[in-house]
């Protein structure tokens, strides 16, 4: 066998060193990326006995947020392309480690987990990536669940679940600020699918863009928030949260919007009236984005079963709204209270971070993700 040179043997442990030192140095910018988060979250206002803290600091434009029975946490994005693993190894309610097991995706914005697997919605597509726990360094090849979903980008990123009755619930955003589009009735609706991909059918229909939905809880009912339409001025219309109490409701996009608008364009081919109305106004250009019952046990009785909303904040309003968690709460089926929870990512016209989705974790906290900021968010009670 050939001795290796003494150049080589130089360049070998020249290049292990390199290496050392570029762990190290990541180590230290995530490091530096969590301490700099931390004093960020201090301008961050939440009610007495809350407390939040960074949960990972290094998710970049982290958007939907789903966790499997064994405590994974996986996270969607939209303009980054990826799909990441969120791994807390030592049950210390930190992250360890951040792991890519998906990459070059067209807008995987939604991630559901069931069965062993984790399914990832793209703009057309949803694909399954099957045993994924026991193979996050190395993930298999995606199974194609559905490819027969629209191409459009324009509202074309997805938030998907399973509901009470196994089946994947998928919303298809209108591709316009505000259009009819009768050539495909998916358009502007949540649709659901059995787990393979079959008997797809639509479940909700004149929904401009739902980024979040779940079910209440003490009856099974689907309730989502919905993003209200552009260029009508700063404060119409409101976005909404809706109530769906049976298949097939129509919620007035693009005629009516937040439940007594009638669009400039096309309110007089169909009045208000024939329409749900939304169960609360959230605010014009709010974007109400991912949604939760709280269903834990850690904070207070008074929050049980209320709706948290993530608000993304606005983008084309001439003084900036959102860009905080708010929640909802209900007497039965009536909202009672509408009422911000968690504020401080706008800091008077300038953000630092927009909240896209929130979860309920198996303790009770809440998690908050962040696509501006990159990163998980823990909101914890002591009293």
Same mark, same amino acid.
């Given at each position: 066998?050939?001795?290796?040179?003494?150049?080589?043997?130089?360049?070998?442990?020249?290049?292990?060193?390199?290496?050392?030192?570029?762990?190290?140095?990541?180590?230290?910018n995530?490091?530096a990326?969590? +301490?700099?988060?931390?004093?960020?979250?201090a301008?961050?206002?939440?009610?007495?006995?809350?407390?939040?803290?960074?949960?990972?600091?290094?998710?970049?434009?982290?958007?939907?947020?789903?966790?499997?029975?064994?405590?994974?946490?996986?996270?969607?994005?939209?303009?980054?392309?990826?799909?990441?693993?969120?791994?807390?190894?030592?049950?210390?309610?930190?992250?360890?480690?951040?792991?890519?097991?998906?990459?070059?995706?067209?807008?995987?914005?939604?991630?559901?987990?069931?069965?062993?697997?984790?399914?990832?919605g793209?703009?057309?597509?949803?694909?399954?990536?099957?045993?994924?726990?026991?193979?996050?360094?190395?993930?298999?090849?995606?199974?194609?669940?559905?490819?027969?979903?629209?191409?459009?980008?324009?509202?074309?990123?997805?938030?998907?679940?399973?509901?009470?009755?196994?089946?994947?619930?998928?919303?298809v955003g209108?591709?316009?600020?505000?259009?009819?589009?009768? +050539?495909?009735? =998916?358009?502007?609706?949540?649709?659901?699918?059995?787990?393979?991909?079959?008997?797809?059918?639509?479940?909700?229909?004149g929904?401009?863009?739902?980024?979040?939905?779940?079910?209440?809880?003490?009856?099974g009912?689907?309730?989502?928030?919905?993003?209200?339409?552009?260029?009508?001025? +700063?404060?119409?219309?409101h976005?909404?949260?809706?109530?769906?109490?049976?298949?097939?409701?129509?919620?007035?996009?693009?005629?009516?919007?937040?439940?007594t $608008?009638?669009d400039?364009?096309?309110?007089?081919?169909?009045?208000?009236?024939?329409? &749900?109305?939304?169960a609360?106004g959230?605010g014009?250009?709010?974007?109400?984005?991912?949604?939760?019952?709280?269903t834990?046990?850690?904070?207070?009785?008074?929050?049980?079963? =209320?709706v948290?909303?993530?608000?993304?904040?606005?983008?084309?309003?001439?003084?900036?709204?959102?860009y =905080? &968690? &708010?929640?909802?709460?209900?007497?039965? +089926? =009536?909202?009672?209270?509408?009422?911000p929870?968690?504020?401080?990512w706008?800091?008077?016209?300038?953000?630092?971070?927009?909240? $896209?989705?929130?979860?309920?974790?198996?303790?009770?906290?809440?998690?908050?993700?962040?696509?501006?900021a990159?990163?998980?968010?823990?909101?914890?009670?002591?009293?």
């Amino acid at each position: 066998m050939p001795v290796p040179s003494r150049h080589v043997t130089h360049a070998v442990l020249l290049s292990g060193l390199i290496a050392s030192a570029g762990l190290a140095c990541l180590a230290a910018n995530g490091r530096a990326a969590a +301490d700099d988060l931390a004093a960020q979250l201090a301008k961050v206002s939440l009610p007495p006995g809350f407390h939040i803290e960074v949960y990972a600091a290094d998710v970049p434009n982290a958007r939907q947020m789903a966790l499997s029975p064994g405590g994974t946490l996986f996270v969607g994005t939209r303009e980054d392309g990826r799909v990441f693993a969120v791994v807390d190894r030592n049950h210390d309610q930190k992250a360890d480690e951040v792991i890519t097991i998906a990459r070059g995706l067209k807008m995987p914005s939604g991630v559901a987990f069931k069965d062993g697997a984790l399914y990832v919605g793209e703009i057309s597509r949803i694909t399954r990536y099957d045993g994924i726990e026991g193979r996050l360094a190395s993930p298999p090849p995606p199974a194609v669940v559905n490819d027969s979903y629209p191409t459009d980008r324009h509202h074309g990123w997805k938030f998907i679940a399973f509901g009470p009755d196994g089946w994947l619930y998928v919303p298809v955003g209108a591709p316009c600020n505000v259009c009819e589009r009768p +050539d495909n009735p =998916r358009y502007a609706s949540i649709t659901r699918m059995k787990p393979d991909g079959s008997a797809v059918e639509i479940v909700a229909k004149g929904v401009r863009n739902s980024v979040g939905f779940d079910w209440n809880p003490a009856n099974g009912q689907l309730w989502f928030t919905d993003n209200g339409r552009d260029e009508l001025g +700063d404060d119409v219309p409101h976005c909404e949260l809706n109530h769906a109490t049976a298949a097939g409701q129509h919620f007035g996009f693009p005629y009516c919007h937040a439940g007594t $608008v009638a669009d400039p364009e096309f309110g007089r081919k169909r009045p208000c009236s024939e329409f &749900v109305a939304p169960a609360q106004g959230l605010g014009a250009h709010v974007a109400p984005l991912g949604m939760r019952f709280y269903t834990g046990q850690m904070f207070p009785a008074s929050y049980r079963n =209320r709706v948290f909303i993530a608000e993304h904040g606005s983008w084309n309003r001439s003084k900036k709204v959102g860009y =905080r &968690v &708010v929640t909802v709460t209900l007497d039965g +089926d =009536r909202v009672v209270a509408h009422e911000p929870f968690a504020t401080g990512w706008l800091q008077g016209e300038e953000e630092w971070g927009r909240p $896209v989705d929130v979860l309920v974790m198996p303790d009770g906290a809440l998690l908050v993700s962040d696509d501006r900021a990159g990163a998980i968010y823990r909101i914890t009670y002591a009293s």
